[in-house]
């Protein structure tokens, strides 16, 4: 509950309305709305440290760090998207169908901190992978600030451990790098096919490690 009261007595601030795309200012700052949604969600300190850390570390490496460092550990196949916020609707969907087909359950959601440099109580969120966008979307300004707002890193990941998603929106050019185990290769390319136009603006983002080992 601590954690609970620190995010809502933090983001309920006004100052964060200003991405909001979802709800009306009217409706903005509704803590109880935002308080039930964290009870059902928000995955705490302690079960993230002894259950979930260790599976992040499994996918993820520099996690103090972000773009242009490598972010994922070797033996993971690598696609890029245009990032900005951490999910467009589309964007989620498309990853939710992924996830489906591999059978995970969850659906991992964690701020980057930067190693504790970061200023304010770092999101950590754990949802049913089967979770519809109008819920994702239910927790008023908690779910703004998770969805809605530009400039936060996040690591998205499940329990497979085949698969982990970095959104560098922070990053001079926005991108999410999608990694996964190159058995995986055929769902992850299938949901996130881009037009030859985009992916050529996309390469010219991308930081010289991932060019070496992206998937075209």
Same mark, same amino acid.
């Given at each position: 509950?601590? #954690? ?20 009306? &200012? ?18 705490? #300190?302690?079960?993230?440290? &002894? ?36 999910? &467009? ?75 982990? +998603? ?31 136009? #985009?992916?050529? &603006?996309? +390469? ?13």
């Amino acid at each position: 509950m601590i #954690e609970h009261n620190q995010l809502l007595n933090e983001y309920a601030s006004e100052a964060y309305s200003m991405y909001a795309r979802t709800i009306s &200012e009217k409706e903005w700052g509704n803590k109880d709305a935002a308080l039930e949604y964290l009870k059902k969600y928000h995955l705490p #300190e302690d079960e993230y440290l &002894e259950k979930w850390k260790p599976v992040q570390n499994m996918i993820f490496k520099n996690q103090d760090k972000s773009l242009p460092e490598m972010m994922f550990n070797k033996g993971f196949s690598l696609l890029a998207i245009r990032g900005g916020v951490l999910f &467009e609707k589309e964007d989620f969907e498309n990853l939710q169908n992924c996830v489906r087909q591999l059978g995970d359950e969850k659906l991992l959601i964690v701020q980057n901190d930067f190693g504790g440099r970061l200023d304010s109580t770092p999101l950590r969120m754990s949802y049913p992978s089967d979770i519809t966008w109008k819920e994702l979307m239910s927790g008023n300004f908690i779910s703004t600030v998770i969805f809605e707002m530009f400039a936060n890193e996040y690591f998205v990941f499940s329990e497979s451990r085949k698969w982990g +998603k970095y959104s560098a929106n922070d990053y001079e050019q926005p991108l999410d790098i999608i990694g996964f185990k190159p058995d995986c290769e055929p769902v992850f390319k299938k949901s996130f096919e881009q037009p030859p136009e #985009e992916w050529e &603006e996309i +390469k010219e983002w991308l930081p010289p490690k991932y060019k070496e080992i992206i998937v075209l």
